[in-house]
């Protein structure tokens, strides 16, 4: 009797083993094709980003890749999408300062966030959904999710005790610094000048901050 439960729980045991390393291993393969995507899109532009490449960059099969995302504005999606929720845990990960400071940091991180390779590969993918009709579907929601939630961390930034605002005021005055931001980060695309945008960036928080 001792001996067959013994043997019944070896038995789940290795099941359970078995199941979450599948699960590992599944996880791995989405972070390596989105990973891959991002890359692509950074690199390569919209244009010139295959399905055949991320494949190829990530080490992962064409059936791997089907099972994950069944078409190609899914991937590209997911992508941005991973890519954002790693940028937001790093924002929320750092320490934030107390007081009128806090609402300055927030702004350079929300800066930090909309730039680099969050923002080139949002624009591709925009610029690419103007005449893909299933792209921009597959779009349209992720980066209102997007939205909502850079709004909802800088409630919970400027919600702390010591930095009272008004919900209505914050909402606006957010959505004008993330569009600036957004033509800021097309201006470091093409080559604009980047003491030009530093300084534009500080123009906006003498202003925005008093209020």
């Known amino acids: 009797m001792y001996m067959r439960a013994d043997l019944h729980v070896k038995r789940r045991s290795r099941h359970v083993t078995a199941h979450r390393t599948q699960q590992e ?14 890359d692509c899109l950074v690199e390569l532009g919209y244009a010139h980003t295959t399905v055949i490449e991320i494949c190829q960059r990530a080490g992962v099969s064409r059936g791997a890749q089907q099972h994950h995302f069944t078409t190609k504005a899914d991937l590209m999606t997911s992508a941005l999408e991973h890519l954002f929720t790693r940028l937001a845990a790093k924002i929320l990960d750092g320490d934030l300062p107390t007081g009128p400071d806090r609402l300055e940091k927030g702004i350079d991180l929300l800066w930090e966030a909309y730039s680099g390779a969050l923002s080139t590969a949002a624009v591709e993918l925009w610029v690419a959904a103007r005449t893909d009709e299933e792209l921009r579907a597959s779009l349209l929601p992720v980066d209102r ?11 919970r930034l400027v919600g702390a005790p010591d930095v009272p605002a008004d919900p209505t005021e914050l909402e606006t005055v957010l959505l004008l610094t993330v569009h600036l931001f957004r033509g800021l980060a097309l201006d470091a695309m093409i080559g604009g000048d980047p003491g030009r945008r530093t300084a534009l960036i500080a123009d906006w928080k003498s202003r925005v901050l008093p209020r």
């Open 25 to 38: 291993r599944s996880t791995r393969t989405r972070a390596l094709l989105l990973d891959a995507t991002i």
């Open 145 to 155: 999710a997007l939205g909502h939630t850079t709004l909802e961390f800088y409630r």
